[in-house]
């Protein structure tokens, strides 16, 4: 065999075992993404892991990959394999492949646990990738890549010498913000230069309602019961409430943070202000110009029930046990033009001064909290 016939046979036998290896890789990554609760097979995972976690850095994209759509207890294989192979190559004297990195970071197809673990270790090999990268995340669809970018807003209107030049930074801060925390922060520090963000719109608080009400909750019997306005909406309809007739009439909520309060809602037709034991409903006209998959997220101290277009979308039989902002959470279906939303707002017959509350706070999200709003206004 001469030298170029030996050094041809070698190539073609490095070719197969590469990808011999690569085989075993996918192997052993579609074992450790089959791991399963109660332990389900974490004995066949212990040898996978061991495979993967051998693997060269060059194929972090890959396993990075590996990490979308995996549950919770495949993605924690999964990353340690990556942490011991960045953590290997490092301690070798290598470097990781930068390049291949960042660009898994910014494809934004990606799980964001994966994309956020290739960041930080591309942030081990590269000082500088926070300042290029971190600003295209304003928008990203990963809260928690998206945050960061926030907070660097945040903190440069802090810095920042004009009042104008704080205002446009919290401004354009605002518009990307969804988590609760970075929102008030926002808020709080545009009033101090005398502007009121419109959190209602930026949140997708919906404060335009019909109301009808009181029904009956004596002994909390009007949860379950189907009163006639769960029976479909017509706001020229009147319907037997706990006192006498009643219909539905407009209510807008003036509140900053969107609470609508259906004992001042309905107070003409209660016997005592802020009666207990009642039901009172509130109904909205919400136009969509597609079908699309939507959160309805709620806060309330009270019972709660929520339809959209008469199907039951989340209900909660919970009393004066606290609230918070996107307290529940809900998926629904809008579909193509008009969609009426019902809610049922229960009280109780608590009498403590804390638990004279009825009222919710209401809004249309997609699934990392940005606002959805009605195509048309109410009546429009």
């Keep these: ?94 470097s990781l492949p930068q390049t291949s990195l960042e660009q898994f970071v910014l494809e934004t197809a990606h799980a964001p646990k994966g994309r956020r673990l290739a960041y930080e270790w591309l942030l081990q090999v590269d000082a500088k990738a926070e300042e290029r990268i971190v600003p295209q995340f304003l928008h990203d669809p990963s809260l928690e890549l998206r945050r960061d970018a926030v907070a660097r807003l945040i903190a440069q209107a802090e810095s920042a010498g004009k009042p104008a030049e704080t205002a446009d930074l919290l401004k354009k801060a605002l518009d990307a913000a969804r988590d609760r925390d970075q929102v008030d922060t926002i808020a709080k520090s545009l009033k101090k230069l005398d502007i009121q963000a419109d959190l209602v719109r930026h949140d997708g608080l919906v404060v335009d309602w019909w109301v009808i009400g009181p029904f009956d909750n004596t002994g909390g019997k009007g949860f379950s019961t189907e009163y006639a306005p769960e029976k479909g909406f017509d706001p020229q309809a009147e319907h037997q409430g706990k006192h006498g007739p009643v219909r539905w009439r407009r209510f807008s909520s003036d509140s900053p943070n969107g609470q609508v309060d259906l004992n001042k809602a309905l107070a003409d037709g209660m016997e005592k202000e802020k009666e207990r034991e009642i039901v009172g409903y509130a109904a909205a006209e919400f136009h969509s110009p597609e079908a699309r998959f939507v959160h309805i997220r ?61 009222s919710f706070q209401f809004r249309v999200c997609d699934e990392i909290g940005t606002a959805i709003l009605s195509q048309k206004k109410p009546g429009g």
Excluded at 6 to 34: P, T
Excluded at 66 to 83: E, F, S, V
Excluded at 308 to 336: C, S, W
């Design 298 to 358: 709620t806060a309330s101290d009270n019972a709660l029930k929520i339809w959209v277009n008469g199907k039951l979308v989340d209900k909660h039989e919970i009393y004066h046990g606290g609230t918070v902002f996107d307290q529940y959470r809900a998926a629904a279906i809008l579909q193509p033009g008009r969609n009426v939303i019902l809610v049922k707002a229960c009280q109780n017959a608590q009498t403590q001064d804390w638990a004279e509350v009825l």
């Design 1 to 94: 065999m001469n030298t170029l016939t030996r050094i041809a046979f070698a190539a073609v036998l490095a070719a197969l075992a590469g990808r011999a290896c690569a085989a075993d890789l996918v192997k052993s990554l579609e074992i450790l993404r089959a791991v399963g609760p109660q332990g389900a097979g974490n004995e066949a995972a212990t040898a996978a892991w061991q495979e993967v976690a051998r693997s060269d850095a060059a194929e972090l994209p890959k396993l990075l990959s590996a990490l979308d759509g995996a549950n919770p207890l495949a993605a924690n294989w999964i990353r340690t394999a990556i942490d011991a192979i960045c953590e290997r190559t490092l301690r070798e004297g290598r």
